[in-house]
């Protein structure tokens, strides 16, 4: 979902589920004020340059300048590898921000870890990121 559909216009379909639009909303309410408080703001669905037709995550945290920090997308089993595979491209375009995938049906986080590259699960470790305090799941789930 996301990275993978084209939701131009009103009513286009698939939509992404109830539960994969409460992650968003959990993760933007718990999360704003921790980095308003460090001048960054949480969007979701927003483009990571200004190309309104570029790629747009689930969740992206920007600087004030609107240069992506930390790339968030959430997903379902079924469809994590791809979107695995898709911030990958995203990675290398913007090298310096941190990127996790969140597979809500199995509730497992994927964070990528750029000093290894590779991807690794919440179920081996817990995974961070450097703008919240807390581990990140706290904000998903």
Known sequence: ??????????????????????????????????????????????????????????????????????????????????ILQKCDELLARFPNAECFVYDYEAKVLYGYDAEAQEWVPSTEEEITSRYLSDPLLEYLL
């Open 1 to 82: 979902m996301g990275l993978l559909d084209n939701y131009t216009g009103i009513g286009m379909s698939p939509r992404p589920k109830w539960p994969h639009q409460n992650v968003i909303r959990k993760a933007i309410v718990r999360s704003i004020d921790e980095l308003e408080d460090q001048g960054l703001i949480m969007l979701s669905e927003a483009t990571v340059t200004d190309d309104w037709d570029d790629l747009a995550p689930d969740l992206v945290i920007f600087d004030e300048h609107y240069h992506p920090l930390t790339i968030i997308e959430i997903t379902t089993h079924a469809e994590y590898r791809k």
